[in-house]
């Protein structure tokens, strides 16, 4: 097993790396990485495929796709194993090429791909990255992702204690791994430290540019918990893009933080140096009025608002405008019934 460090390369001219997982190991930003320098690796007649095995055929691509490739015969397998290679071929005849595909979905097929990837080892030299994170870090940031972000049970969102405990049976996908293909098999460590665009690189043993942005794995807690509010009251698995469409869509339309707000708000603290730049304007009022605006009169400015305070005002209007609004829907729905009754 290659536990860190460069893949060494040997024998075969076609390098192949699959980017396997685990889930929540920074693999978007790994994917954004390997995008944004297509063209710099392809210079280096290295080539990233993206996550699908559609090189092979069009009803391979997207999660579907993926399971129906799993749970293809092995003699099926094989002969895809020789489609996917020509395919490469085709895309870069060199002799001295390398092949990347990434996709986290493929961390729980080490057993149903096994005819394919041996397929592909004959032929090929094939390298498996895998990142494995500390289960202290990586339960919470599983379970907001698959059981609120993306609800994939059914009924009300499982309290963590629950669904923590299915969840961490996906460690067992280490092991099928280097039960499987321990020889072609390289083990990373991932966790809040990592810098996982330089250290995939490092693993890959190729450069990429770093990301301008960083892909922020977690929600905030606050929108964590309105998904949870609203995931929770269907029956079914649900969609981020369900929460996104019907209350508000967070990746284009970003939320401004209350504090944000306040702060623009009731700023004070450069009051006494706004009045001092005029202060020439306020001797000349006293001089020809008598009255002195700027004499306090022992009475301090008042201070801004407690933002608590204000955060509690706001929430007695969001209910009152919310009722308001269920009124007015209610009212409409009626509307609306009475009209198609009419049309009946």
């Not at 099926?76 to 395919?87: G, S, T």
């Not at 869509?249 to 623009?264: E, H, I, S, Y």
Request: proline share 6%; net charge neutral; glycine share 6%.
């Amino acid at each position: 097993m290659f536990a860190y460090g460069v893949m060494a390369w040997k024998g075969l001219a076609m390098r192949i790396v699959f980017h396997v997982g685990m889930g929540k190991t920074g693999t978007s930003s790994i994917q954004q990485a390997l995008a944004a320098n297509k063209a710099a690796l392809a210079a280096r007649h290295a080539h990233y495929l993206g996550m699908w095995f559609n090189e092979i055929a069009p009803r391979f691509r997207g999660y579907a796709g993926l399971a129906a490739f799993a749970a293809e015969p092995a003699e099926a397998q094989q002969r895809h194993a020789e489609a996917f290679v020509a395919a490469c071929a085709r895309h870069d005849p060199a002799e001295d090429t390398t092949f990347i595909l990434s996709n986290e979905g493929l961390f729980g097929h080490s057993a149903h791909l096994a005819p394919f990837f041996q397929a592909l080892i004959a032929v090929a030299q094939v390298r498996f990255i895998v990142y494995v994170r500390p289960p202290r870090d990586w339960l919470p940031s599983a379970f907001t992702q698959w059981s609120i972000y993306h609800k994939q049970q059914k009924g009300p969102i499982q309290p963590f204690h629950e669904r923590a405990r299915q969840l961490i049976g996906q460690y067992h996908g280490v092991s099928g791994w280097l039960d499987n293909f321990e020889p072609h098999l390289l083990i990373r460590r991932f966790d809040k430290t990592t810098d996982i665009v330089a250290d995939f690189a490092d693993a890959l043993g190729l450069p990429l540019e770093p990301l301008q942005q960083r892909s922020l794995e977690r929600s905030e807690p606050a929108e964590v918990v309105l998904r949870a509010l609203y995931n929770g009251r269907f029956e079914s698995p649900t969609l981020p893009e369900r929460f996104d469409n019907q209350m508000f869509n967070t990746r284009r339309n970003a939320v401004t933080p209350l504090k944000q707000v306040m702060d623009l708000c009731f700023a004070y603290e450069e009051m006494d140096e706004i009045i001092g730049e005029r202060r020439t304007l306020f001797d000349a009022i006293a001089r020809r009025t008598g009255i002195n605006l700027l004499d306090e009169g022992g009475v301090a400015s008042a201070p801004p608002p407690a933002a608590d305070a204000v955060r509690e005002r706001l929430l007695d209007y969001v209910i009152a405008i919310s009722i308001e609004q269920s009124l007015r829907i209610n009212r409409l729905e009626r509307r609306l019934e009475a009209l198609e009754k009419g049309d009946d």
